[in-house]
C-alpha cells in the first residue's frame, strides 16, 4: 500500500473512534430518532427518489446516510469503506436499527466482486469523498463497472475551485493556498478531527486536488452521460471558520468573503 494511503486509513480508523462518540455524527440520536435527521436539501435536490432502487454508497464512513438512504425505501443496500473500524461501526449500527444494509472493507479503487457488477440502479459518493483518492481512474471504473445498464452516479462534494483557498485563515479575504492543477498530495497534519477540534489526536493526513473537468472527464470516458452539474454557495461542513450555518444547517461565508462555488453535484448515466 503507497504510505499516503496506510497514513490515511491510520486517520480514518481513529477518526472512527472519536466519530461514535461525537455530537457531530450523534450516532445514538440517530439511532432512536433517524427520521429527525433527514438529508439536507442539496442532498435531495441531487439524489431525487430511490425507492425501490438497489443501491450502492461507496466511501460509506459509519454508514449514516447508507442507512438514510435504506430508510428512504432503497433495495439491496451496500456501503464500502477501506476503514475496517468504519465498517464494524456501520455493521453494528444497521444491526441496532434493524437495517439490512451491507458493509464491505474494500478500497473503492479496486472493488472485490463481493461488490457485484452491473448491479445498482444508483452508486452514491459525498461529502469529502475524492480527495483521499490519488487517481480518479480506478474510482471511475469501480463506478462504470458496478453500475447496472440505465443506472446512474451522483457525487456531491467539494469544489475543488473551493479547495484551492487557505482553510486556516481565521477572517476573510480569502487567500489562495493550494494549486487547483497539481497532482502532488497535499500534506496536513491533523489535529483532532473535523468532528472534535478538541478530541486528543494528531496524525498526518494527505489529500489530493481534482479539477472539475478530470472528475467529468474520467466517468465520460466511460460512457457515463452527464445528466445535470450543479454548484452551490454552501458547502455540509465548516470549511473556514468564519463560515456561517444557515437554518437548513448547511455552511455559508459571510457576503464580505466573496461570492464562490463551495460544493458541487453531479450526475452522470450509464447507457441502456
Ligand atoms: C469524509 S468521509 C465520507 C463522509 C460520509 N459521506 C459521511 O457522511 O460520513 C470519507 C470516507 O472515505 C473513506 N476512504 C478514504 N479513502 C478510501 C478508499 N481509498 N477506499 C474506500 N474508502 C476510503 C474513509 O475511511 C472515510 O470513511
Excluded at 498530495?185 to 468532528?195: N, V
Excluded at 452551490?232 to 448547511?250: H, I, S
Aim: aromatic share 12%.
Amino acid at each position: 500500500m503507497q504510505d499516503e494511503i496506510a497514513a490515511n486509513l491510520h486517520l480514518w480508523d481513529n477518526w472512527t473512534d472519536i466519530h461514535m462518540g461525537s455530537r457531530y455524527y450523534d450516532v445514538e440520536g440517530f439511532i432512536s430518532d433517524p427520521r429527525g435527521r433527514p438529508f439536507d436539501w442539496v442532498t435531495r435536490e441531487v439524489v431525487g427518489d430511490v425507492s425501490g432502487l438497489r443501491l450502492l454508497h461507496l466511501q460509506c464512513h459509519i454508514g449514516i446516510d447508507t442507512l438514510r438512504f435504506c430508510l428512504a425505501g432503497a433495495v439491496d443496500v451496500m456501503g464500502v469503506d477501506f476503514s475496517a473500524k468504519a465498517v464494524l461501526a456501520a455493521r453494528s449500527i444497521a444491526e441496532r436499527m434493524g437495517q439490512p444494509v451491507t458493509f464491505i472493507e474494500a478500497d473503492v479503487a479496486a472493488l472485490p466482486e463481493t461488490v457485484p457488477r452491473a448491479a445498482f440502479d444508483v452508486v452514491f459518493t459525498s461529502y469529502g469523498a475524492i480527495e483521499w483518492l490519488p487517481d480518479l481512474e480506478p474510482w471511475a471504473e469501480s463506478i462504470a463497472t458496478r453500475l447496472a445498464p440505465g443506472g446512474v452516479f451522483h457525487i456531491i462534494d467539494a469544489h475543488p475551485f473551493m479547495s484551492v483557498f487557505d482553510d486556516f485563515a481565521p477572517g476573510p479575504p480569502l487567500c489562495v493556498r493550494h494549486p487547483y492543477f497539481s497532482r502532488e498530495p497535499l500534506y496536513f497534519e491533523e489535529h483532532g478531527s473535523y468532528a472534535d477540534r478538541d478530541a486528543e489526536f494528531v496524525a498526518d493526513s494527505y489529500a489530493w486536488q481534482h479539477t472539475l473537468a478530470e472528475i467529468v472527464g474520467v466517468l465520460s470516458k466511460r460512457g457515463l452521460v452527464v445528466e445535470s452539474l450543479r454548484e452551490y454557495p454552501v458547502v455540509a461542513w465548516k470549511v473556514f471558520e468564519f463560515m456561517v450555518k444557515d437554518n437548513e444547517g448547511l455552511w455559508r461565508l459571510p457576503p464580505e468573503a466573496g461570492d464562490i462555488p463551495l460544493m458541487f453535484g453531479l450526475s452522470v448515466r450509464k447507457p441502456g
